[in-house]
C-alpha cells in the first residue's frame, strides 16, 4: 500500500511567503491518497491538495475515483471545485460522506460541495461537472471494503473529538512485508480515554496519522477546538499501542522553521517512548 500526501496544513492555505516558509511541510489543506493492489485507489478529503492529486491522476489515464470525507469543515472540501477529473464526462466520481451525530437530516458533503459552488461564491456551479457523481454516507463504526484485483482494503471508522463531528479512518490491507495498517485521524483533540472508539480502533497500527495542529501554549487557549498538540497525539500512539506516529495539519501561523522545533521535539520525545515520530510533509509518498 501506498500512502501521500497532497495536502498538511490545517485551517486555511497557507502560500509560503518570506514572512511565513511553509516549502519544507507544505502549504495546501487536508486531501491524502491511499494505493494498492493494481489500481486500487482512495482520496480522503477535498483540501487544497485535491488540484494537484487530480492533475496527477489527469495524466495517468484513471477514471474512476472514490473521495472518502472526515467531516464537512472547508478547509476539507474546498478544493474539489478545482478538481479537474470532475469536469470530464467519462468520469466517475463515488463520494462518501459521514453521518455525523447531531447533524440535520440528509447527506453533509453532498450539501456543502453544492454550496460552495453555488453563486454568488464560485461561477461553475455543481451541475456544470461532467463526470457522474454520486454520493452515500458512512454511519460511525461502519466498515468498509474496496477491492482491486485479488487485493481488499477492509476500512473502519470511529468519531474524533471536534466540533460538529469528524470521522478519522483506520485502513487495513496487504503491505509489503504481510498484513498492515494505518490510521488517519485529523481534527482530532486526543483523549485518552481508554475507552474512546478511536482509541481502541487504533489499537496496534502499524501507522497513526494524527492531528497535531497546536504547541501547548496554544492548546492552553483553544482547548475545544478540536485539534491536538504533537504531545498529545504521541500519548495516543502510546495508549494505543501504535507503532508509528505522523503529525499533519499543521496550523497556517507555524513557518518551517517552527514546525522544524516542534518536529524534533517531537522526535527526542518519541525515542523516550519507544515510538518512531516525526512530522509530515506534503508530497510525502510512505510505503506500507
Known amino acids: 500500500m501506498k500512502f501521500t500526501f497532497w495536502g498538511t496544513r490545517g485551517s486555511i492555505p497557507t502560500p509560503s511567503n518570506p514572512q511565513t516558509p511553509t516549502q519544507e511541510y507544505g502549504g495546501d489543506t487536508t486531501c491524502v491518497s491511499l494505493e494498492w493492489g493494481r489500481d486500487g485507489l482512495l482520496l480522503v478529503d477535498a483540501g487544497t491538495g485535491i488540484r494537484r492529486a487530480g492533475f496527477h491522476w489527469l495524466q495517468s489515464g484513471r477514471k474512476n475515483f ?41 447527506n453533509i458533503i453532498e450539501k456543502a460541495l453544492y454550496a460552495q459552488q ?43 473529538r471536534h466540533p460538529g463531528g469528524c470521522l478519522a479512518y483506520r485502513f487495513d490491507g496487504l503491505g509489503r512485508n504481510g498484513p498492515s495498517s494505518l490510521v488517519f485521524a485529523t481534527d482530532n483533540e486526543p483523549p485518552i480515554d481508554p475507552r474512546s472508539p478511536l482509541l481502541k480502533m487504533t489499537r496496534g497500527a502499524d501507522l497513526l496519522i494524527c492531528d497535531g495542529q497546536y504547541t501547548e501554549e496554544e492548546h492552553e487557549k483553544r482547548r475545544g477546538w478540536g485539534h491536538g498538540t504533537p504531545s498529545l497525539c504521541l500519548e495516543q500512539t502510546v495508549a494505543a499501542q501504535a507503532k508509528r506516529l505522523l503529525v499533519t495539519h499543521f496550523d497556517p501561523g507555524h513557518s518551517d522553521s517552527q514546525l522544524k522545533k516542534m518536529e524534533d521535539a517531537l522526535i527526542a520525545a518519541g525515542q523516550k517512548r519507544g515510538v518512531a515520530a516525526t512530522f509530515a510533509r506534503q508530497n510525502q509518498e510512505i510505503l506500507l
Do not use: C, M
Not at 461537472?129 to 468498509?144: C, D
Open 118 to 160: 453555488e453563486e454568488p461564491f464560485f461561477p461553475a456551479g455543481f451541475p456544470e461537472l461532467r463526470a457522474n457523481i454520486t454520493f452515500r454516507e458512512v454511519q460511525p463504526g461502519e466498515e468498509l471494503k474496496f477491492s482491486s484485483g485479488k487485493e481488499t482494503v477492509r476500512v473502519q471508522s470511529a468519531l474524533t
Open 66 to 106: 472514490t473521495i472518502l470525507f472526515t467531516h464537512a469543515h472547508w478547509d476539507h472540501l474546498q478544493g474539489f471545485p478545482f478538481f479537474a477529473p470532475a469536469y470530464l464526462a467519462g468520469n466517475s466520481i463515488e463520494v462518501l460522506s459521514p453521518r455525523l451525530p447531531n447533524r440535520p437530516a440528509g
